[in-house]
């Protein structure tokens, strides 16, 4: 009987500024918290598994993906991608803490 959220929400599309702003946010954000969780959990590349996991869980369960969407969800990857790469970098320099 009831509906899921997503369904329920009317689509709108994203504005320029919303998108300009939106890809270096998704960037720093997913690099920051992968980061953050590369120093506690002293693994590398597990927020960038668990970011593909989040995006591959949206694209079964929605129904429509856009560019700007797919835009913002890669500069995500992005940010993943270079918090694992840059960890790797600093414990290859000889950086205890990471």
Do not use: E
Not at 58 to 66: A, D, I, Q
């Amino acid at each position: 009987m009831s509906q899921p959220l997503l369904h329920v929400m009317a689509v709108q599309s994203i504005s320029l500024p919303q998108l300009i702003i939106s890809i270096p946010l998704f960037f720093v954000l997913t690099f920051g918290i992968g980061f953050i969780l590369n120093m506690i959990l002293k693994t590398t590349w597990l927020p960038l598994v668990v970011y593909l996991g989040i995006v591959i869980y949206f694209l079964f369960n929605l129904s429509t993906l856009r560019v700007p969407d797919l835009t913002v969800l890669i500069s995500g990857l992005a940010g993943a991608v270079g918090g694992g790469w840059t960890i790797k970098t600093l414990r290859a320099k000889g950086y205890r803490m990471f």
